[in-house]
């Protein structure tokens, strides 16, 4: 099946700082990307689809100078949270599709989870 | 838009019972269903998916029924083994190749030895 890694898997940071988040597809190309955020015991909230070479599309309500997306390759997508406050601490998930139009498959990864002192 | 609900926040089955998780849609226009299994601290898992097509899908040990009449699916899982255990998503995407999915909110099955 199609596997995707994050890296960090947990992170710890200083409120202020930035961290880049890694979303990679192992086995498969995938030209779309999604991040996700997910609050305790809530779904998974959208928060951009990235396309790659392109630039990506925020959902409504997210900042997109505070979390930067980078779908640099067919294998690659980076979420950078900048300038990172508690109120960003939370569970960060990626998804890569995999499959072209209709036949797409969702494959998501393993979560980063991000605490920002 | 879409929005996609889940009737039961929590679903406490004993171990070797059937369990059925509903999901309820609100947008006619969907026409991909998946199901996804999610094990506390880690990402969704892909288990089984239905396009509009077809009204019943068959895994192993799973199934889905879609009923686009009412627009609600289920997830039927036979012999709930204690591994079953986790937060259960059901998630709707409209077709015509923008494939962007809407999560429900999901339901926690708790299955007992």
């Known amino acids: 099946g199609a596997v995707v890694s994050q890296h960090p898997s947990w992170v710890i940071c200083k409120s202020g700082t930035s961290v880049k988040i890694e979303c990679r597809s192992l086995?498969?190309?995938?030209?779309?990307m999604f991040w996700y955020r997910q609050f305790p015991k809530q779904s998974l909230m959208l928060m951009a689809t990235?396309?790659?070479?392109?630039?990506?599309?925020?959902e409504q309500g997210v900042e997109k100078d505070k979390f930067l997306i980078n779908h640099a390759s067919l294998t690659l997508s980076t979420l950078t949270v900048t300038s990172a406050h508690p109120e960003d601490s939370s569970f960060y998930i990626c998804?890569?599709?995999?499959?072209?139009?209709?036949?797409?498959?969702?494959?998501f990864g393993p979560g980063t989870r991000l605490t920002v002192l | 838009g879409e929005s996609v609900g889940l009737h039961l926040p929590t679903l406490s089955v004993q171990e070797g019972d059937n369990s059925i998780i509903n999901c309820a849609y609100s947008n006619s226009a969907s026409d991909y269903f998946i199901w996804y299994k999610q094990e506390s601290g880690k990402g969704p898992q892909f288990i089984i998916d239905i396009r509009s097509n077809m009204d019943k899908r068959q895994g192993q040990r799973v199934t889905v029924l879609l009923n686009k009449t009412v627009k609600h699916l289920s997830l039927q899982i036979a012999a709930t083994q204690p591994g079953d255990s986790a937060v259960y998503f059901c998630?709707?995407?409209?077709?015509?190749?923008?494939?962007?999915?809407?999560f429900g909110r999901g339901t926690s099955l708790i299955v007992h030895p």
């Open positions: 086995d498969f190309q995938a030209t779309t």
């Open positions: 990235s396309n790659e070479g392109s630039k990506a599309t925020y």
């Open positions: 998630a709707a995407a409209l077709g015509g190749g923008s494939y962007i999915p809407t």
């Open positions: 998804s890569a599709l995999s499959g072209r139009g209709s036949a797409d498959t969702q494959y």
